[in-house]
């Protein structure tokens, strides 16, 4: 039970935590957040209560843990329709630095995920299994901006596109048939269920022929043998061959510019390539992996969660917003939205919580004001609001900052 004097307060400082994946960097996020992190390479840094990472909120009463401290307070600082739809804070809001290439993957529907959690926990595969697929029983939509320029994979070829390239490719030719025949099921399956010697037997004629023009730097980054040369030099382990590099082939590539955004629904195949970039996504560590990494690829699970169909790439570049200093990025999403928030010095933002928010500097300072409270954040630093909080943001430099929220 939280005192009364905590209960007059709507907005707290908050700090993430660090995930040390190996394909992180070492310099992006620990420039941002003013910390050195000795030896190791910062690879996401997250913001939220996912109970494998909490956030700590600074209250009156100390430093908490934020899943704890919504626990005991959901509905004052969710408001209450956000508290009887989720039952807890509903996204997850992460900063990116992609120095190696993450692995293929796809997030499961909310259905897909409450049934397959439930099944492995039923099964007693525990929590921190290797070769567990679902780690919550949460779905994990999701939408990027980048930070830099950023390279992604992002769903399939549209189909006169990956003909064409699969007809172009002597090493795929015998693909072609299976494409026209059995579809984009047909193909993924078709390489996913390859056993090591047939993989080989495609991909090493072809990395043979492309990794002396990667050597030589004559590969452009839009061009996949250009990404999966460097699968190889990354990942390369052991005599089989990675079968996501397969998806490199069958997948859009896109080049996303500073301030651009995409959107990832569930079912979406995809993989990170390099850059750095704000990432807000529901509230979940779901991820069924195609290759691209060491870890557990599950295909006959990975098979039931893909949409398998043709993509446009859709690149988001936000709403601008009345007042001129905000930009909403509006997606299809039920569980999160995204803004950015461009204040310039002497300029004031203005707004009211109608759901609870977390904000991030991620250039400039700035003064936020909430009543009779105010707290100041510097680059790097983070905002917890409750629902229903009405505030200003004052920048003393010119400031950069990206808004979650639940839509209305």
């Known amino acids: ?59 009156s009463l100390g430093s908490q843990f934020l899943d704890g401290f919504l626990k005991r307070n959901l509905k004052k600082c969710l408001g209450k329709r956000v508290a009887r739809k ?28 409450e049934k397959g959690f439930r099944y492995e926990n039923m099964i007693g595969v525990p929590l921190t299994a290797s070769y567990r697929n679902y780690k919550d029983d949460n779905h994990k939509p999701e939408i990027m901006v980048a930070l830099s320029e950023f390279w992604l994979l992002h769903g399939f070829l549209p189909k006169e596109k990956l003909l064409k390239r699969l007809k172009s490719i002597p090493e795929f030719l015998h693909l072609v048939n299976v494409f026209e025949t059995e579809g984009y099921y047909g193909l993924y399956k078709n390489v996913m269920e390859k056993n090591s010697k047939e993989v080989n037997s495609i991909l090493k004629p072809l990395l043979k022929r492309i990794m002396p023009l990667y050597a030589q ?17 990354e990942l390369s382990k052991g005599t089989s061959l990675d079968k996501g590099i397969f998806s490199i082939y069958f997948f859009n590539i896109m080049r996303v510019n500073k301030g651009e955004a995409v959107y990832q629904k569930a079912g979406m195949p995809h993989a990170y390539l390099e850059g750095q970039n704000i990432e807000l996504m529901a509230n979940s560590d779901n991820v069924l992996r195609g290759g691209l990494t060491q870890k557990h690829v599950d295909v006959i699970e990975l098979l039931e969660n893909i949409t398998f169909e043709e993509t446009i790439p859709q690149v988001l570049h936000g709403n601008l917003q009345e007042n001129g200093l905000e930009s909403v990025f509006e997606t299809e999403a039920k569980d999160f939205e995204l803004s950015k928030i461009d204040i310039k010095t ?16 991620i250039e400039g300072k700035v003064t936020i004001v909430e009543r009779k409270s105010s707290l100041v954040l510097k680059k790097g630093g983070a905002a917890f609001f409750k629902a229903g909080s009405i505030y200003e943001i004052k920048a003393e430099k010119n400031a950069v900052l990206y808004k979650a929220k639940v839509p209305f």
């Open 1 to 59: 039970m939280e005192n009364n004097t905590l209960h007059t307060l709507n907005i707290f400082t908050l700090k993430g935590q660090i995930q040390n994946y190996a394909w992180g960097g070492k310099k992006f996020i620990s420039k941002l957040l003013k910390t050195r992190i000795s030896g190791k390479k910062a690879a996401e840094y997250w913001l939220g209560a996912h109970t494998k990472a909490p956030s700590v909120i600074k209250t």
């Open 86 to 113: 989720f039952g807890r804070l509903p996204f997850l809001l992460k900063v990116l630095d992609v120095k190696k290439m993450l692995s293929i993957q796809v997030h499961p529907s909310k259905k897909n995920a």
């Open 217 to 233: 730097g004559k590969l452009d980054k839009t061009n996949p043998d250009y990404w999966a040369a460097k699968a190889l030099k």
């Open 346 to 361: 002497e300029k004031t933002y203005k707004a009211k919580a109608r759901s609870v928010e977390i904000v991030i500097a």
